[in-house]
């Protein structure tokens, strides 16, 4: 009989490898199944640990538990990689709608990708600054 800690590792592999191959394509998103394989992991103190000691994907477990947003050696990478892949895409497959859609989708996900570069707390920070201490919610 199969487990639930057995279950959720096994679950836990196969959203790490999507992860892993949404490192090399572009459109396949890496953060959330890393973050999901983590939360697998989470019963299993040597899967996390190992996990969290990742060359590969304790990047975005520490960002993402710390708010930092992302690096801006993974941002430039990212954007590089995402660019060079979507511009052979539309190269190789010369079709209307793939010279449409792609491009499109490349903006979407460097939409992504720079709001995801961000620090959570940033956006907090600057309307913090514009409220006075004395009257909470007026403008200074």
Partial sequence: MITKSRL?????????????I?????????TPFVLAAAGCFSGNKRMSAWLHKSRFFSDYITSYKKHKGLQ???V?????????????SVIC???????????????AVTVHILYMARPK????????????????GEIK
């Fill in 8 to 20: 959720l590792l096994v679950l836990g592999f196969i959203l790490l490898g999507l992860g892993t």
């Fill in 72 to 74: 801006k050696s993974t």
């Fill in 22 to 30: 949404g490192i090399f394509l572009p459109i396949l998103p890496t």
């Fill in 121 to 136: 707390n940033a956006s907090h920070r600057s309307e913090d600054r514009c409220l006075d201490d004395n009257s909470p």
């Fill in 76 to 88: 430039i990478k990212s954007l590089v990689f995402l660019w060079t892949m979507m511009g052979i």
């Fill in 93 to 107: 497959m010369k079709t209307l709608w793939a010279s449409i859609c792609l491009p499109v989708i490349g903006i």
